[in-house]
C-alpha cells in the first residue's frame, strides 16, 4: 500500500476500447494518466493496488475511448449551418455561402466560429480536428485557447478571397504564419491548396517545395466531383491525379479529401504511393457528389480517415454519425453486409486520422506514452440498452450527447456533460450576433 505510484488522473471504466491493438474489448480496466500522458491501461482490480490518482473516477457504465479525430473540418463555417440548404452546388456557393463569408469573415467571426464549433466537437466526443481555412494565427490562438488539439491547414488558391488576393500573398501568409507562431503541443500544421481546379501547376511545384523545406503534410480536396475531373481533362488533358503524380506529389504526406471519383488503376496508384484519404461520406451525400470507393480502398491498404467537412455541408460535427453513415454507406454501396465493420469504423475515426496526419506516436489510441486525448461515454440511457457489444453501440445505436467526460493532453475540458473551462452561454450569443448579420444570405424559401 505505501508504494503506490500517484496519477494526476485515474479512470475506472466498465469498458475501455483502445483502437490499438486493433479490435480489443477491455473489460473492467482503468486508465491511469500522468502529466497530460497514459501512463499504464490495466485491469481496474491491479489498477487500485498500484496507483492512486489525484483525482479518481468511477466510469461504471461509460466505454472510454480515444478522442475522436475529425480529419476534415472547415470550422468558422459554422456560423453558416442551414442558412441554405437542398441546392444545386453553384447556386449555393455562388448566391449563400461565398457572399456571406465575404460579408461576415475578419479575425473575431473566424474566433467566433470556431469557439462555437469546438462546443460541438468537444460534447461530441472529438478531441483534434483538421481545419482547412483562411485566418491561421486567430486559428492557432482559438485552439490553444480553448484547449483542444487541431492540424490548422495554411489554405491556397487562385481566387480572391477575404484572406488574400492571390497566390503569391496567400504563400507569403502561409510562410509568415509558419514563422511567426511559436511551438505548441496542441497545434501542428499543414498546408492547404483548396483542389487541383482552384490552384495553379506553378504553385503546386512551390507546394511541393516548401512540404519538404517545412516538413509539412499537405490537405487537399480531391476527386471530389464530375465537373472537377471534366475540368481537369480540358485543361491538362489528364485527371488530377494523373499529372499530381508526374509533378512527384502523391506520397503518404499528401492527404487526399474526398476522392469520389476514383478508376480501380487510380486506387492502384494511390496504394501503391501510400495516399492517404479522408472519406467525407454526409458531405458527399448532401452535395450530391456520389459515393466514393471506400470499400475498395481500405482492401487495397489505404488508410482511410473520416471527416465531416464544413458545418454548411453536413450539417453537423458529429464524428459518431459520420461513423455511422460511412459504415452504412458502405454495405450498401458494395452490396455486403460485412463491409466496413464498427471495429473499422472506429479506426477510421481515430487512428487513421492520427497516422494521415503524421500525428500517429501521440494520438489516436489508449497506448501507454501518448497524450491523454480521451472520452468517455456513458452507455447508461436506454439509447444503448443492454449492452453486449459497446462498440456495436457506438457506431451504430449512439446519441452523441451520451458523451459524458472528455480530456485533452490529460486536462478535463466536459464534465459530466458540461464544459469546465469554455463558457457556452457566452459562445452561443456571440454566434447569434454574426447570424444577424448574415441573414440577408439566408435561403428564403418559405419564409412569409
Ligand atoms: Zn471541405
Same mark, same amino acid.
Given at each position: 500500500?505505501?508504494?503506490?505510484?500517484?496519477?494526476?488522473?485515474?479512470?475506472?471504466?466498465?469498458?475501455?476500447? +483502445?483502437?490499438?491493438? !486493433?479490435?480489443?474489448?477491455?473489460? =473492467? /480496466?482503468?486508465?491511469?494518466?500522468?502529466?497530460?500522458?497514459?501512463?499504464?491501461?490495466?485491469?481496474?482490480?491491479?489498477?487500485?493496488?498500484?496507483?492512486?490518482?489525484?483525482?479518481?473516477?468511477?466510469?461504471?457504465? /461509460?466505454? #472510454?475511448?480515444?478522442? #475522436?479525430?475529425?480529419?476534415?473540418?472547415?470550422?468558422?463555417?459554422?456560423?453558416?449551418?442551414? &442558412?441554405?440548404?437542398?441546392?444545386?452546388?453553384?447556386?449555393?456557393?455562388?448566391?449563400?455561402?461565398?457572399?456571406?463569408?465575404?460579408?461576415?469573415?475578419?479575425?473575431?467571426?473566424?474566433?467566433?466560429?470556431?469557439?462555437?464549433?469546438?462546443?460541438?466537437?468537444?460534447?461530441s466526443?472529438?478531441?483534434?480536428?483538421?481545419?482547412?481555412?483562411?485566418?491561421?494565427?486567430?486559428?492557432?490562438?482559438?485552439?490553444?485557447?480553448?484547449?483542444?488539439?487541431?492540424?490548422?491547414?495554411?489554405?491556397?488558391?487562385?481566387?480572391?478571397? %477575404?484572406?488574400?488576393?492571390?497566390?503569391?500573398?496567400?504563400?507569403?501568409?502561409?510562410?509568415?504564419?509558419?514563422?511567426?507562431?511559436?511551438?505548441?503541443?496542441?497545434?501542428?500544421?499543414? &498546408?492547404?491548396?483548396?483542389?487541383?481546379?482552384?490552384?495553379?501547376?506553378?504553385?503546386?511545384?512551390k507546394?511541393?517545395?516548401?512540404?519538404a523545406?517545412?516538413?509539412?503534410? *499537405?490537405?487537399? /480536396?480531391?476527386?471530389?466531383?464530375?465537373?472537377?475531373?471534366?475540368?481537369? #481533362?480540358?485543361?491538362?488533358? !489528364?485527371?488530377?491525379?494523373?499529372?499530381?503524380?508526374?509533378?512527384?506529389?502523391?506520397?503518404?504526406?499528401?492527404?487526399?479529401?474526398?476522392?469520389? =471519383?476514383?478508376?480501380?488503376?487510380?486506387?492502384?496508384?494511390?496504394?501503391?504511393r $501510400?495516399?492517404?484519404?479522408?472519406?467525407?461520406?454526409?458531405?458527399?451525400?448532401?452535395?450530391?457528389?456520389?459515393f466514393?470507393?471506400?470499400?475498395a480502398?481500405?482492401?487495397?491498404?489505404?488508410? %482511410?480517415?473520416?471527416?465531416?467537412d464544413? @458545418?454548411?455541408?453536413?450539417?453537423?460535427?458529429?464524428m459518431?454519425?459520420?461513423?455511422?453513415?460511412?459504415?452504412?454507406?458502405?454495405?450498401?454501396?458494395?452490396?455486403?453486409?460485412? @463491409?466496413?465493420?464498427?471495429?473499422?469504423?472506429?479506426?477510421?475515426?481515430?487512428?487513421?486520422?492520427? !497516422?494521415?496526419?503524421?500525428?500517429?506516436?501521440?494520438?489516436?489510441? &489508449?497506448?501507454?506514452?501518448?497524450?491523454?486525448?480521451?472520452?468517455?461515454?456513458? &452507455?447508461?440511457?436506454?439509447?444503448? =440498452?443492454? %449492452?453486449?457489444? +459497446?462498440?456495436?453501440?457506438?457506431?451504430?445505436?449512439?446519441?452523441?450527447? $451520451?458523451?459524458?467526460?472528455?480530456?485533452v493532453?490529460?486536462? $478535463?475540458?466536459?464534465k459530466?456533460?458540461?464544459?469546465?473551462?469554455?463558457?457556452?452561454?457566452?459562445?452561443?450569443?456571440?454566434?447569434?450576433?454574426?447570424?444577424k448579420?448574415?441573414?440577408?444570405?439566408?435561403?428564403?424559401?418559405?419564409f *412569409?
Amino acid at each position: 500500500m505505501h508504494n503506490k505510484q500517484t496519477a494526476d488522473t485515474l479512470l475506472h471504466a466498465r469498458w475501455v476500447l +483502445p483502437v490499438a491493438p !486493433k479490435n480489443i474489448v477491455l473489460e =473492467q /480496466h482503468s486508465v491511469a494518466i500522468k502529466a497530460g500522458r497514459i501512463a499504464e491501461v490495466l485491469p481496474t482490480e491491479q489498477a487500485k493496488q498500484r496507483w492512486q490518482g489525484l483525482t479518481e473516477l468511477d466510469l461504471s457504465e /461509460h466505454a #472510454l475511448i480515444p478522442g #475522436l479525430i475529425n480529419a476534415h473540418a472547415h470550422t468558422p463555417m459554422n456560423l453558416f449551418r442551414g &442558412l441554405a440548404d437542398d441546392l444545386p452546388l453553384m447556386e449555393w456557393l455562388n448566391q449563400h455561402i461565398w457572399p456571406a463569408e465575404l460579408a461576415i469573415y475578419r479575425p473575431e467571426s473566424i474566433a467566433d466560429g470556431m469557439r462555437l464549433a469546438i462546443l460541438e466537437m468537444l460534447a461530441s466526443g472529438t478531441t483534434c480536428f483538421c481545419d482547412h481555412f483562411f485566418f491561421h494565427d486567430t486559428a492557432a490562438q482559438t485552439v490553444i485557447e480553448t484547449g483542444m488539439r487541431a492540424n490548422i491547414g495554411l489554405w491556397i488558391g487562385n481566387v480572391p478571397t %477575404v484572406w488574400g488576393k492571390n497566390e503569391t500573398e496567400y504563400f507569403a501568409k502561409a510562410e509568415t504564419s509558419l514563422q511567426q507562431n511559436k511551438p505548441h503541443p496542441l497545434v501542428s500544421w499543414s &498546408l492547404a491548396p483548396h483542389s487541383p481546379y482552384m490552384v495553379t501547376y506553378e504553385a503546386f511545384q512551390k507546394i511541393k517545395q516548401m512540404s519538404a523545406e517545412f516538413n509539412l503534410p *499537405i490537405h487537399i /480536396h480531391m476527386h471530389e466531383s464530375t465537373a472537377e475531373i471534366a475540368g481537369s #481533362l480540358k485543361k491538362y488533358n !489528364k485527371r488530377p491525379l494523373e499529372w499530381l503524380d508526374e509533378l512527384g506529389l502523391l506520397s503518404s504526406r499528401f492527404i487526399c479529401v474526398h476522392m469520389v =471519383q476514383l478508376t480501380p488503376s487510380e486506387i492502384e496508384l494511390v496504394a501503391a504511393r $501510400q495516399v492517404p484519404v479522408v472519406h467525407s461520406p454526409e458531405s458527399n451525400l448532401k452535395l450530391a457528389n456520389g459515393f466514393a470507393p471506400i470499400t475498395a480502398l481500405l482492401a487495397a491498404g489505404v488508410t %482511410v480517415a473520416l471527416g465531416t467537412d464544413g @458545418a454548411a455541408s453536413n450539417n453537423d460535427l458529429n464524428m459518431f454519425g459520420e461513423m455511422r453513415t460511412a459504415a452504412l454507406l458502405a454495405k450498401g454501396v458494395s452490396q455486403s453486409a460485412t @463491409a466496413l465493420p464498427a471495429p473499422q469504423a472506429l479506426e477510421m475515426a481515430t487512428i487513421n486520422g492520427a !497516422k494521415a496526419f503524421g500525428l500517429d506516436k501521440e494520438i489516436g489510441s &489508449l497506448e501507454i506514452g501518448k497524450a491523454a486525448d480521451i472520452v468517455a461515454v456513458d &452507455l447508461s440511457s436506454y439509447f444503448t =440498452q443492454p %449492452v453486449y457489444n +459497446p462498440l456495436s453501440h457506438l457506431v451504430y445505436a449512439i446519441n452523441r450527447q $451520451q458523451v459524458s467526460d472528455v480530456w485533452v493532453a490529460g486536462k $478535463q475540458l466536459l464534465k459530466n456533460g458540461e464544459f469546465t473551462e469554455l463558457d457556452a452561454a457566452a459562445i452561443i450569443a456571440k454566434a447569434k450576433h454574426w447570424a444577424k448579420q448574415a441573414l440577408p444570405f439566408r435561403s428564403q424559401a418559405g419564409f *412569409i
